[in-house]
């Protein structure tokens, strides 16, 4: 049984920071991709970043690129997602995937969410 315990979820003002993180557990994931997905209320959800396994190779999307930083320390089967220059926006769960490829990432292992609360 593979599992995704995200932490690091939180409330902050609009401008300030936070750190995600998501320990996978249950198998082997240093060939995996890593990421992260968000939905906020009333959207559908939205990628918003991913790692490959050796770290080298990061995506994000446009709304976040610059702000936000992924990275991952395979030795912890670990994926953390720095979050700086927080907007209202950005306000959604966010959800740790684990998959074998950044296009197919969604049919893989997902977390149960952490809620990220930006206030203006």
């Known amino acids: 049984q593979v599992d995704l315990l995200e932490s690091g979820g939180g409330l902050v003002q609009a401008g300030g920071s936070l750190r995600l993180s998501c320990a996978a557990s249950?198998?082997?994931?240093?060939?995996?991709?890593m990421g992260w997905f968000r939905q906020a209320p009333g959207k559908e959800r939205e990628f918003v970043a991913a790692i490959n396994w050796s770290g080298g190779v990061t995506f994000y999307a446009d709304s976040v690129k610059g702000r936000f930083t992924i990275s991952r320390a395979n030795a912890k089967n670990t994926v953390y997602l720095q979050m700086n220059s927080l907007k209202p926006e950005d306000t959604a769960v966010y959800y740790c995937?684990?998959?074998?490829?950044?296009?197919?990432?969604?049919?893989?292992?997902w977390g149960q969410g952490t809620q990220v609360t930006v206030s203006s």
């Open positions: 995937v684990v998959g074998q490829g950044v296009v197919t990432m969604k049919t893989g292992y």
């Open positions: 249950g198998r082997t994931f240093s060939s995996y991709v």
